[in-house]
């Protein structure tokens, strides 16, 4: 590892948008020589952040030097805080003022007066800090995702850096920074409780080490897939995570805290991964000596779940790399390791990592993790599965089926007839009807990783139907030993057009629930799902409430989830099977027979309304009738069209067998299949525009607005992502409505417009609104803490925290756009009430300064834009001062918006969007007006300190400097005109003029030449666009 004797800090976050690819589109020439000039900062990761100890320089002589005296109280704390180096530890408050303080000049004097107030500027800076190391991590393990990825767009980039640095001199550093991160001690303060709230910023401390551990785990990952180590880096890393007990010691983490589990989970899993990869060899022969070094130390490990998966692991490398296999003893000791493993049941733990949230995604961590483990499942079939013994090992179709919803695994699964994990398929389809469950799992696996057709072809035609042996049914002519074939004709499946003919062979084979005759023939496996669904039903007086443990449910359940995909994939009608179309129609029927049993079977009945709602755009007009039927769904008893209050308030509403079922089964398993069931149908309904608003989307809407949205935050859950997804569900739905008529509504239809009204008015009430504003106010500091927990920052979850925020400030910009439909202008709504609060009122919510912060967002390129998008909105609506409830000053809102113009690396959108706010500011707010024009701050307030040349605050020119840039644009080019960003500037001239207030930009109309530039396009060549041109010319006729 490379010594950094420099004490320079990065702006990291700032090379993050730059280099990452997800904010900026930058330059590859930018991107290439930003980060061949921090490479070794990123060859040394977080050991480039030098402790206290690190330099003789001391902190008093720096801050005199800089002539900072007053700040070194301040400092010293933050210092003892942080643990850093005096130079490095001033440059981090030097970053944090000026570019991530948001507070007034006096407000920060008032933050470092005492030491009571430094509390909460403190707790900002180290969260600050605690960020630029994760980037440091961050930028590596991006480099060694995308380096490879052709069609990255940074791809050829990123591979001379990683040339640069080479993998090796990688590989050594991130494991001296594992063994730094876990034998790091916290600063001597911490530790002797010196500072205030010593236990929560010792607990802080631990948790971003532990955060930093588990990234640098995963670069480890990434550096085993491109180069293989070699044995004695294999040998360091096993001591470390022994020494480390999987991530299991850790002194200052609570075991009862939720997330301190988490990330103690997150340490153990990465860790044992990390192991199973480096073992994981092509050819184990060549690495006898390290097997014999560590088998000692590796077979002593059999006491916690995660020596499972190791154990497993490491027998069969023993088989496949020595002769243990030929000799009994070693053979032996080698079974035992193999019978300890599934003891601990290893199976589930390998399930549980697969499943976790940090390799779920389609990363190629997640992808490296997946491909560990088939490997090893494979190498298991192939030496234990020549019988068929392996598919009686708890959880290992349950991994297996999640392993093939990776698509090069499944992809790679059927182009494989008898090797590896084919083995336990072969098994299924020779056993087939009895281990139906795990079949129909496999099948609903490798339809969602895109062999559909495969699957479907193969279970329309399995090789073996296995019967219980009746001899007053069947009658067999034995031909040899176990081997008989069968004389009379045979209906396996009463009442359904199914025959096994006289002559099929079988074979008799003992299990344990009977003596089963196994005839090699064709059958569907649609028509045992159908045989299941007959016997369910026939057997439903007998089932007495014990539902989630009923075997039959739970394969009728596992084969409608199949049904549901197999349904989904049909074109058109003419795409489902004669054999699919009974089970289809009997989901009707299960769910008119269950429906009214005191604890009705979630899970069967919501996978009976999700193959009702893969029907709908096939048959939606019969499927609609037949669920309306069964009265399950939510409705409205009267149709009459009158007041919106009315049904807004759900006088004529009924929730129907959907609301007790949540309030009598779903809260008490803490699980909501079928109120997600229904939100599927409910969407699906809607997208097909049959425009029965009275009938599906009003009482959907009514439901989901008074019995749902206002009380699920006070609803138990099991899974934090459910939740999350019920949430998605939820403000989806309410954007298919605004989508479907907020835009164009029918004035002639009063159902659309009851519809409309009764969205808004109810969201726009406190109930529903609270809630709505709750997602907007998060902030940008907690969406930041929350994407430091986050494994993958180049992919967003489809149901997180992010895409809820955005979701839900589109949802309020609707809002304030269609108010007038419920409300008279001049009267404020109880939502408007709470986002129109200045901070000197009491306001806990603060929406509109929450809503500015997401301007410094550096994870989604179009939170900046939604965001000044709502303060547009914001400003056009608000009859107050927005100046005001934006509780900044006027250099801070220039430095928020105005910096990014000039900006070449800034997408064209957020400018785009800024300047739209300026317009709109023209018409309604001059106080934030005033700031973006820069009137009457000739000194400017923020300069409290006078920092060093080499961090100074740029403190933001103002809209007129890029006006005059426009203007030298527009007379070089006239044709610039025709670009969005241009016109939006002459929009703003002639906003300017409109509302009189042209003193603004005095100092252009004091130009030479103004008028002339300004009216350049009209004396330019004639216009592809004569439109946009006569728009130019009007404009400027009324200037």
């Given amino acids: 590892m490379p010594a950094i004797e420099k004490c320079v800090i990065y702006d990291w976050k700032r090379l993050w948008q730059m280099v990452s690819g997800i904010h900026y589109e930058t330059p590859q020439d930018t991107v290439k020589q930003e980060l061949l000039n921090v490479c070794s900062e990123l060859q040394a990761g977080v050991l480039q952040f030098k402790p206290k100890s690190a330099s003789n320089i001391q902190l008093a002589a720096l801050l005199k030097e800089k002539k900072q005296e007053k700040l070194l109280p301040f400092t010293e704390r933050l210092q003892e805080l942080l643990n850093l180096e005096s130079a490095q530890c001033w440059e981090i408050l030097c970053y944090y003022l000026t570019k991530e303080y948001r507070g007034s000049a006096s407000l920060l004097s008032q933050l470092i007066s005492t030491e009571t107030n430094m509390s909460k500027l403190l707790e900002d800076i180290r969260h600050y800090y605690s960020l630029e190391r994760m980037i440091v991590l961050k930028i590596v393990k991006n480099l060694l995702v995308f380096y490879n990825v052709p069609n990255h767009p940074y791809h050829q980039e990123y591979r001379e850096v990683v040339d640069k640095l080479t993998l090796p001199r990688l590989l050594d550093s991130y494991l001296q920074q594992l063994d730094s991160l876990i034998n790091e001690l916290p600063p001597r303060k911490l530790l002797a409780g010196e500072c205030y709230h010593c236990p929560d910023r010792l607990t802080s401390w631990s948790e971003r080490n532990a955060r930093e551990t588990n990234e640098v785990l995963h670069i480890l990952m990434l550096l085993s897939e491109h180069m293989t180590m070699d044995q004695l880096h294999i040998k360091r890393l096993f001591a470390t995570i022994k020494q480390h007990s999987f991530g299991r010691i850790q002194n200052y983490l609570d075991e009862s805290n939720i997330y301190h589990q988490e990330l103690i989970k997150n340490l153990t899993y990465s860790e044992l991964v990390l192991l199973l990869k480096c073992l994981d060899f092509e050819r184990p022969k060549e690495h006898v000596q390290l097997i014999e070094e560590l088998h000692a130390q590796i077979g002593s490990l059999h006491h916690r779940p995660e020596h499972g998966p ?46 976790h949230p940090m390799f779920a995604d389609d990363s190629l961590l997640s992808k490296i993790v997946r491909r560990t483990i088939y490997n090893q499942l494979g190498y ?55 281990q139906f469950t795990n079949l129909a799992k496999l099948a609903q696996a490798l339809t969602k990783a895109g062999q559909g057709n495969y699957v479907k072809s193969q279970l329309e035609s399995l090789p073996m139907l296995a019967l219980l042996y009746d001899e007053r049914q069947q009658k067999l002519n034995e031909l040899g030993a176990d081997e008989y074939e069968l004389m009379n004709n045979v209906k396996p499946f009463p009442r359904i057009d199914y025959i096994l003919p006289a002559g099929t062979s079988c074979t008799a084979v003992q299990h344990p629930t009977g003596f089963y005759m196994h005839f090699r023939c064709h059958v569907n496996f649609f028509n045992a799902l159908h045989h299941e669904i007959n016997c369910l039903l026939l057997e439903k007086a007998q089932l007495h409430g014990d539902f989630d443990s009923n075997e039959r449910i739970i394969r009728v359940e596992e084969g409608l989830k199949y049904l549901v995909l197999a349904v989904q994939r ?106 997600l069931a229904y939100l599927n149908f409910l969407r699906t309904y809607t997208k097909l525009k049959r425009k029965r608003y009275m009938q599906v989307e009003l009482p959907g809407l009514i439901f989901l607005l008074r019995d749902v949205f206002p009380h699920l935050h006070t609803w138990h859950f099991k899974s934090q992502s459910e939740k999350n997804k ?279 109309l004091k130009l030479p030449r103004f008028w002339t530039k300004l009216c350049s396009p009209l004396f330019s060549e004639p216009s592809k666009q004569p439109q946009l041109l006569c728009k130019i010319n009007i404009k400027i006729k009324k200037l």
């Fill in 380 to 434: 298991l079939c192939d030496l234990f599965d020549g019988d068929g013994s392996c598919s009686r090992y708890e959880g290992i179709y349950e991994l297996l089926g999640e392993l093939l919803s990776w698509p090069q695994l499944a992809k790679e699964f059927c182009n494989s007839e008898d090797e590896g994990v084919r083995s336990l398929y072969n098994t299924l389809l020779e056993n087939f009807p009895l």
């Fill in 310 to 355: 190791l154990l497993l692991v490491w027998m069969l490398l023993r088989l496949r790399a020595t002769n243990d296999a030929e000799d009994a003893t070693s053979l032996l000791r080698c079974r035992q390791l193999g019978k300890r493993a599934v003891e601990l049941k290893c199976f589930v733990q390998l399930h549980a990592i697969v499943t």
């Fill in 726 to 1004: 019920i949430y998605f569900e939820v403000l989806s739905f309410i954007c298919d409505i605004f989508d479907m008529l907020g835009s164009n509504v029918d004035k002639k239809c009063e159902q659309s417009q009851l519809l409309l009204n009764v969205c808004v008015y109810s969201l726009l009430n406190l109930d529903n609104g609270l809630i709505l504003l709750r997602f907007v106010g998060v902030g940008n500091a907690f969406v930041q803490y929350t994407m430091e927990l986050e494994t993958n920052w180049m992919q967003q979850q489809p149901h997180g925290l992010m895409m809820l925020v955005r979701l839900s400030m589109r949802i309020l910009m609707q809002l304030l756009c269609l108010k007038s439909h419920v409300y008279c202008a001049e009267n404020l709504s109880p939502l408007e009430a709470l986002i129109y609060t200045q901070p000197k009122q009491r306001d806990t919510l603060r929406i509109i300064p929450t809503v500015c912060s997401y301007m410094s967002n550096i994870f989604d390129r179009w939170l900046p834009i939604v965001s000044c998008r709502l303060l547009k909105r914001i400003a056009l609506e608000f009859n107050m001062s927005l100046l005001a409830c934006l509780d900044m000053e006027a250099d801070q809102i220039r430095l928020t918006f105005m910096q990014k113009l000039p900006d070449e690396l800034e997408s064209d959108s957020v400018k785009i969007a800024i300047l739209e706010l300026v317009d709109a500011c023209i018409a309604k707010q001059p106080g934030v007006t005033e700031a973006f024009f820069k009137v009457n701050y000739g000194q400017d307030k923020r300069s409290f300190f006078t920092f060093g040349k080499e961090c100074a605050p740029s403190i933001g020119d103002s809209i007129v400097t890029y006006m005059k840039e426009f203007l030298d644009a527009l007379e070089a080019e006239p044709l610039t005109i025709q670009q969005m960003l241009p016109s939006k500037i002459m929009n703003i001239f002639h906003s300017l003029w409109k509302h009189n207030l042209q003193m603004l930009v005095d100092e252009l």
């Fill in 570 to 675: 049909a074109k058109s009608i003419e795409g489902i099977s004669a054999e699919m179309v009974h089970p289809t129609e009997m989901c009707i029927d299960l769910l008119s027979k269950f429906k009214s049993v005191q604890y009705p079977p979630v899970g069967l009945l919501s996978s009976c309304l999700n193959v009702c709602s893969a029907l709908l755009p096939l048959v939606d007009e019969e499927i609609f009738t037949r669920v309306s039927n069964l009265d399950i769904l939510p409705t409205i008893s009267n149709d009459s069209q009158q007041d919106f209050k009315i049904y807004a308030s759900a006088v004529y509403f009924e929730s129907r067998f959907l609301g007790s079922v949540i309030d009598n089964v779903e809260k008490k398993q803490q699980s909501y299949e079928f109120l």
